[in-house]
């Protein structure tokens, strides 16, 4: 039998690993057992407590104030893996930088992982007017709850079209389904793993034009390695990735890359 | 400066009649070419060579760059002017050239030149040859500095063995073949020696990769190996060695011989880590050594042998530390050189005589670095918080520390005492992790302590060098607290051993009577009675169980090394490596990610290590070559594991790799090993039966032993006069007072020092406004002249115009 005093002598271990790793075991308590224990008990998934919620607490039709909601239901409440406001700061911005680079032709946006719809809502937030976002969720329940928040929030059919399929089966059929000629953005928040093949889908349909801005969110954590080094290797890019912490939880490390396409040359 | 400034002008004068020179004696070069032609491609390697050499004097006198830096501007005009000056002396000597074609054709060889012009000839080759050696000053292109280059070391080449005349000629010629074969020999020897430096190569390799900081510990590590080869051939060589070849053999005396009991399992496998059984009755340890006074045909006197390296071993420790110590104090130097560091580090940093692509990118890796470093100390020095804030966290931190050392000083209080208990109950009956749990415990604690003394130094926002030094303090706390916990419970265990000892004495005398009482007759004159030296009963030998002891926490400590280098490091790396291209995160920047280098860790396990060497070198002569096996082995495998599986740290610092701190500890370290030694070597008999001093009342007698029998009566009579405590007080007082004296004068002749710099400093900003005030002046009148000049040229132009107006009129 072990000793009690060598398995003190872990103590220190023990201590130092949760310290260390404070913010994984606060986002494991946050994202998965509460979201678990609030499963059991009110029966609804946690999109649609969510959408409960912004129902009872913001303003219909106000952008800023369902967003507002959004991001404290997501601090206080419970998790959601959104962009968060940080980074949705400079996401505004780049769009703001897209649409007074290019006046009059209007701005076509594919947005891989829709979830609860606040980065579409934030995204159509800053959109000129006669822009086009095409939204790819592939879950129902979500794309449901998706659709009743931008609804809310004001933003119409033909401002946002609601795609609810598998990214790998939309992507190369968007030029005779939808009839896009030209993405001038693709936002990805979907699953880290299809970041790449996403991409390369991408690449192939010819979508891309020169100047096509990629942004790809959590890249370092959970984080999309292949994909970052496919971006820098292929030489069709120009990488940079924004630093930041991951959102609505402090100190973990995160980022977002932004790609700039180069044209096939 | 003002030297320096003259003889540039010196040369640059040179150079211009060198150049007139040149073209000169163009015209008889030309006969010669075609021989040389051959030799020149094995001469143009010999050039670069040269030029190597050239160029690693200059580094060594980086500190001459700083002022080359400044002089970059003089040089540049100095440049202008030798242009002009020599496009005038080529159109000169062209204009010239018909003429001394006649009279060159007339001369015909060189040996039959005039003394004046062979004077002249040698005057260029000594110019040559100057501007070879200031060629990397200068502030010309690379293209042009490597074309002169060539140029004037062919011409040397060419005229350095026709100088002198007839058989001076020759000898000359000798000469200087000579001085070059010398010269080629010394550059061959000097890349010998440095390539005699163990492991230099992969020490500079990980320095570029992981900045000086882990450096500093590989150096540290190498500089121990040596200290550690030292002892290791003060004890192998006159202690061990002596013992194997002319003491008596294995199985001659009870203890030289494995007991009776202890046969069974003297050659199991746990010998190797255990040291029991054979390993125990060898020269391994203190118990096998006799105190026969001299041993074989060379009348070895082998416990005053073992006694005097004994001693000379720790004496040679301190001796080392404390010169080494020294040393780097003047090496600091005081004051600050930490002006103009950006553009210190922008323009003498690169080393452009690398020729090696990958050593290239070492290099720049670690320019880069470097340049991190002094970023990142830049900004450490120019942030300031809320103190309030930051003084609350830092008393918080060494709070949480204090009461974590109280903890693990407890922890090993306790386990310590049932390890007693578990001692007099007889180890027999309890399992394997009760005996080894005073190992096991500490070593764990020595391992997992430090990592949560990281977690608690990140509250206190320090610099990194300044956290470094806090987190070898704590951690020097904890390991001196174990360590000490340790060496009390190993004094616990000495009594008890002696208790036993004083038993088994009487015993002794028992079974000696019975001995001859059981089988001998009383009137017998027959040969005495053989038994079996594995049979004679004998004590428990305390200084065999303190040297056994030591040996074994060497190589649990050792094992526990190499484990979490290999787990902790390597098999992480690997898992974080291969797992990640099927992971639902991405390990490598993510949770578990690369280990990094723990220096301060891996600095003070070194030292507490060497620690234990110095404790248990006295009762375990193997200790030092055990020692050095583990070094040497160290070297490699963290060399291996730091390259293989480590990332640079995230905030690269500076350590400077003679770093006191280290030495300081060092020496603390090794007085602190040295009392327990010294208090048992001198307060506690040593065992009756084993060991080259038994049957002495004290270790330390055989030094009286040796004055009274192998010296003349009148030695000892002078060194028990010698030793009257009225001569040792006064010597011991002056002794303090010599120290005293050479202590206030250092520190004078440091103030001066200082003042001295201080003085230069302020001269040379006295100069530089000085300067700024001239060229001001110098603008200012250059202004005034340009606005004359011009009001004259408007005059002159109007005047013109006057003028052809006069033309027209007509």
């Known amino acids: ?265 | 400066v003002s030297r320096r400034r003259a003889s540039e002008k010196r040369s640059t004068e040179m150079g211009n009649k060198r150049a007139e020179k040149k073209h000169d004696k163009h015209h008889k070069t030309t006969r010669k070419e075609g021989e040389k032609d051959r030799k020149r491609p094995r001469r143009r390697n010999a050039d670069e060579e040269e030029a190597e050499e050239e160029s690693s004097k200059e580094k060594k006198n980086i500190k001459n760059e700083r002022t080359k830096t400044v002089k970059l501007e003089d040089e540049k005009e100095k440049d202008v002017k030798k242009k002009r000056k020599n496009s005038e002396s080529e159109s000169h000597s062209e204009s010239n050239s018909d003429a001394e074609s006649k009279d060159n054709q007339a001369v015909g060889v060189l040996g039959s030149l005039t003394p004046e012009e062979l004077e002249q000839l040698k005057e260029a080759v000594d110019e040559r040859k100057k501007l070879i050696t200031t060629l990397k000053g200068k502030p010309w292109p690379m293209k042009k500095k490597l074309v002169i280059l060539r140029e004037s070391q062919e011409f040397v080449e060419k005229y350095e063995g026709a100088l002198g005349k007839g058989k001076g000629r020759k000898l000359y010629a000798y000469k200087v073949l000579m001085m070059k074969k010398w010269m080629k020999f010394q550059r061959d020897l000097e890349n010998f020696k440095t390539a005699c430096i163990p492991w230099e190569m992969k020490i500079k390799e990980i320095e570029s990769h992981f900045g000086s900081s882990v450096a500093s510990y590989f150096i540290f590590l190498r500089w121990m190996y040596g200290i550690n080869m030292i002892l290791f051939g003060l004890t192998f060589g006159l202690v061990m060695v002596p013992e194997a070849l002319m003491g008596k053999p294995y199985g001659s005396m009870p203890r030289k011989t494995v007991p009776r009991v202890e046969e069974a399992s003297a050659m199991n496998f746990a010998v190797l880590w255990d040291f029991g059984g054979y390993a125990k009755y060898s020269v391994l340890f203190y118990g096998y050594y006799n105190n026969q006074r001299a041993i074989g045909w060379l009348k070895f006197r082998m416990p005053l042998s073992y006694f005097l390296v004994g001693v000379g071993t720790v004496a040679y420790s301190y001796m080392v530390v404390i010169r080494t110590m020294a040393r780097n104090a003047n090496e600091e130097g005081g004051g600050d050189d930490t002006s103009f560091n950006f553009s210190w580090k922008t323009f003498t940093s690169w080393d452009y005589l690398i020729g090696n692509p990958e050593t290239a990118d070492n290099k720049f890796a670690s320019i880069t670095t470097s340049f991190k470093e002094a970023i990142v100390e830049e900004q450490e020095s120019r942030k300031d918080d809320n103190i309030h804030l930051t003084r609350f966290l830092r008393v918080l931190a060494n709070f949480l520390v204090l009461c974590c050392l109280a903890g693990s000083g407890y922890l090993i209080y306790f386990v310590v005492r049932r390890s007693q208990k578990f001692a007099l109950e007889g180890l027999e009956n309890y399992g394997w992790w009760e005996r080894n749990e005073v190992n096991m415990v500490m070593s764990l604690l020595g391992m997992f302590c430090p990592m949560l003394f990281d977690v608690i130094s990140t509250l206190e926002n320090y610099h990194p060098r300044i956290a470094l030094q806090w987190q070898l303090g704590r951690i020097f706390a904890l390991f001196l607290g174990n360590l000490y916990t340790f060496i009390i419970a190993l004094m616990d265990a000495i009594q008890l051993k002696r208790a036993e000892e004083e038993i088994v004495k009487k015993n002794m005398t028992i079974w000696q009577a019975n001995l001859y009482n059981g089988t001998v007759p009383d009137n017998s004159t027959a040969l005495p009675i053989t038994v079996h030296p594995a049979d004679v009963p004998r004590g428990p030998c305390w200084e065999t169980m303190v040297g056994q002891e030591f040996v074994r926490l060497i190589i649990s400590d050792t094992m526990t090394t190499y484990i979490t280098l290999l787990i902790g490091d390597f098999l992480r790396a690997v898992l974080v490596r291969f797992l990640n291209n099927c992971w639902c995160w991405d390990l490598e920047y993510g949770f578990p990610s690369y280990s990094e280098f723990d220096v301060s860790g891996n600095v003070l396990g070194l030292i507490f290590n060497q620690g234990m060497i110095w404790m248990g070198a006295f009762y375990a002569p193997c200790l030092p070559a055990l020692n050095l096996l583990r070094l040497h082995v160290s070297m490699y495998l963290q060399c291996w594991a730091v390259m293989c599986c480590n990332v640079p740290q995230e905030r690269v610092f500076k350590a400077s790799g003679s770093s006191n701190f280290y030495m300081a500890m060092l020496l603390v370290i090794l007085f602190l090993s040295t009392l327990p030694a010294i208090y048992t070597i001198v307060s506690i008999p040593p065992s009756f039966d084993c060991g080259p001093f038994s049957g002495k009342n004290r270790m330390f007698d055989v030094i009286q032993e040796t004055l009274e029998t192998d010296f003349p009566a009148w030695f000892s009579k002078v060194f028990s006069y010698a030793s009257n405590p009225g001569l040792v007080l006064s010597f011991l007082l002056l002794l303090v007072l010599a120290i005293y004296y050479l202590q206030s004068t250092s520190k004078t002749y440091k103030r001066v020092n200082m003042e001295l710099k201080k003085k230069l400093q302020t001269q040379n900003e006295e100069n530089k406004r000085k300067n700024k005030l001239a060229a001001l002046k110098a603008a200012n009148e250059l202004e005034q002249a340009k606005k004359a000049g011009e009001q004259c040229s408007n005059s002159a132009s109007d005047l013109g115009e006057s003028t052809q107006n006069v033309s027209q009129l007509p």
């Open chain 1, 1 to 265: 039998m072990v000793s009690p005093a060598i398995a003190l002598a872990f103590l220190p271990l023990l201590l130092t690993l949760i310290i260390r790793y404070r913010y994984f075991f606060v986002l494991l308590y946050r994202a998965v057992l509460i979201r678990w224990v609030r499963d059991c008990l009110t029966g609804l998934s946690r999109e649609e407590r969510a959408f409960q919620y912004i129902l009872t607490h913001a303003t219909p039709g106000d952008v800023q104030s369902i967003l507002d909601t959004f991001d404290h239901w997501c601090s206080k409440v419970e998790f959601i893996s959104n962009i968060g406001p940080k980074k949705g700061h400079k996401h505004t911005h780049t769009l703001t930088h897209l649409s007074s680079s290019c006046e009059h032709c209007p701005i076509t946006v594919l947005e891989l992982g829709t979830h609860c719809g606040y980065s579409t809502v934030r995204i159509a937030r800053s959109l000129p007017i006669g822009a086009r976002i095409y939204s790819v969720e592939m879950d129902e329940g979500n794309a449901r709850v998706a659709e009743k928040i931008i609804r809310l929030a004001g933003f119409d059919e033909d401002m946002v079209e609601l795609i609810v399929r598998p990214s790998d089966e939309v992507i190369p059929r968007l030029r005779e389904d939808f009839g896009v000629e030209r993405l001038d953005l693709v936002f990805m928040d979907h699953w880290k793993r299809c970041y790449l093949p996403d991409l390369q889908l991408l690449e192939g349909s010819g979508l891309l034009g020169e100047g096509s801005i990629i942004l790809a969110d959590n890249v370092i954590f959970p984080g999309a390695p292949n994909f970052l080094r496919h971006a820098r290797s292929s030489g069709l890019y120009e990488v940079r990735v924004h630093r930041a912490t991951l959102e609505y939880i402090r100190g973990i490390r995160d980022g977002m890359a932004e790609l700039t396409f180069l044209g096939i040359k």
